[in-house]
Structure formats: C-alpha cells, structure tokens
C-alpha cells in the first residue's frame, strides 16, 4: 500500500510542536531527523535532545490531500505551513537499507555476507564467512566500530578461547570469533531484539551450541579469555570494573564505539587494570586493546 508522504518546512517552528500537529489531523507516523551533520551520541540519561537542524517528515494514508494537510497544519500551528509532498510505495522498511549490505572481508580471511551473497569467486582459499542478518539489531560490519573489532578477531585468531561479547548485537563478533575457532561465547545485551538476531544468526551459522545470551543485568561470569565490548564511550567507561573483573589474567579488553576524542578517557579508565595497546583509528572512530595486568 503506497503512502503520502510529507515534508515540512520548519522556518523557526518548533520540531516537537510540528510532530504533534501531524499525529493530531492524521499521520500514520512522524519522523524527526538530522538535517545537518551533528549527530546525537551520547544524550544524558533520560534526556531526548534533538538535533540543532532537525527535519519533519510525516506519512499519510494514501488518498491523503497534500493541501488539506498544509491548511490543517497551517491551523494548528497557527500561522501559514509550507510542506512538499511525494507518493511513497510500501516498502519492509526495516530491511530497506539492507540492499546496500554486500559481502565485507575484515583482515586475511574473515567475510561478513548477508544471506544469499558469497565472497566475489577470487576470495583466497578457505575464508571463514560469518552469513549474518542483523534484524533489527546493530553490527554488520558497515559501521567503523565493528570493522575494527573484526580486523582485530582475524589477527589474533581466538582460537580455543572462552569470549564474553559486551552488548552483542546482532551476534557478529561472538559469532565471528566461534568460526575463527573460539571454544565458546556469552553475549550480552539489554535490547531484546539483540538477543533475537543473535540467536537466529548463530542458528544460521551453526554455532549455536557454543553460543550463550543473557541479558546484561545478568551475572557475566569471569576468567574470560577475551573481552569485547563495542558500546559507547560513556558505559565503557563506567563498565571497566565490571569488564576488569570478568577478564582472566593476561586475557584481552577489546573496545569500540568511541569517537576519536573520546579515546584517552575511555583509556585511562582501563589503565588501572590493563596494559593498554596502541589505538587504531578509522573514519573518526577508534578501537581499544589491552591485556589484562
């Protein structure tokens, strides 16, 4: 079933006083969305800022007049609204973005490849090919923060090692790891749907029994081998107690999804119980690694 869809022109309007008026004559759904390029990381708990650019866009049942939705915004906001509008065809949306997911190669041998989708037929012999698909998870390998913590797993080569996975996922790193020839892995995450693409890739990748998942307010465990912890600066920080306690002795830390800037904080956070490695920046973003003093 296709959709109206409509823009609105703010022109100093409020975002949140806009979303408000188009739910109240009618849409289906608003969206609110960075109409510059000043990403929201890290927001305080509790907080919902939104971006100092924000643009509005509301879907309409098809049929929808793109005028009569001006006048009725225009009335509800009181003062004249400008909007452009487009028929919009019914998509799965959640898997819309999925159509620019093609096979990755992280290091030597590891390939990321979304189902139906081989290496290209010059991959060198034997890759290990983790088939993912992420749902409505995070971790495809697309993202920064991810490639770094895969390049890191296909050059230590983890095998024979126990794996904790610290906000899992999709399950690609812990999955990742067991195909790399890891003994076993517990991933934790606080989304349910994480937990869900987890467990439906290490399905598809049949290492499901070595694969464990558990809500983060769970007990971890300890004497992990290797730690890998691809969140966000401010819970790495606040986590490194809790990811210290849980590695063995000279056992790995590895961290993602920090900025750049952010990397000598989240460092020094670590440095009382790790010997800390030498970063690996990409594309703004930077990974962490250390072993366990």
């Not at 309007?13 to 188009?22: F, G, I, K, R, T």
């Not at 307010?217 to 490194?240: H, Q």
């Not at 800037?261 to 020094?268: D, F, K, L, M």
């Amino acid at each position: 079933m296709p959709f109206l869809q409509v823009h609105v022109t703010l022109d100093g309007l409020d975002p949140e006083s806009v979303e408000d008026a188009c739910f109240s004559i009618g849409a289906l759904s608003v969206t609110l969305a960075d109409a510059g390029d000043t990403p929201i990381l890290e927001p305080l708990p509790g907080t919902t800022p939104l971006w100092p650019a924000t643009a509005v866009s509301a879907l309409f049942a098809d049929g929808t007049d793109p005028a009569a939705v001006a006048n009725a915004l225009s009335d509800h906001l009181g003062r004249e609204v400008a909007i452009t509008a487009e028929t919009l065809g019914d998509r799965a949306w959640e898997r819309e973005w999925l159509k620019d997911f093609h096979p990755m190669r992280f290091g030597e041998r590891l390939w990321i490849c979304p189902g139906g989708q081989s290496p290209p037929q010059d991959t060198q012999p034997d890759p290990t090919i983790v088939w993912l698909d992420p749902g409505l998870a995070f971790g495809t390998g697309t993202h920064a923060t991810t490639a770094l913590c895969l390049e890191w797993l296909d050059h230590e080569q983890p095998a024979g090692r126990r794996i904790l996975d610290v906000g899992c996922g999709s399950g690609v790193l812990a999955i990742a790891a067991l195909l790399l020839g890891a003994d076993s892995a517990h991933g934790l995450d606080i989304d349910p749907q994480a937990l869900i693409a987890s467990t439906d890739n290490a399905l598809r990748n049949e290492v499901s029994g070595r694969l464990t998942l558990a809500g983060a307010d769970t007990d971890w465990g300890d004497g992990y081998d290797i730690v890998l912890a691809n969140i966000l600066a401010e819970p790495l920080i606040e986590l490194a107690p809790r990811i210290a306690a849980a590695t063995r002795p000279g056992g790995a830390v590895v961290l993602a999804g920090l900025l750049t800037e952010q990397a000598n904080s989240v460092a020094a956070a670590y440095r009382p119980w790790f010997q800390m490695e030498t970063p690996r920046d990409r594309d703004g973003w930077t990974g962490l690694s250390g072993r366990r003093l």
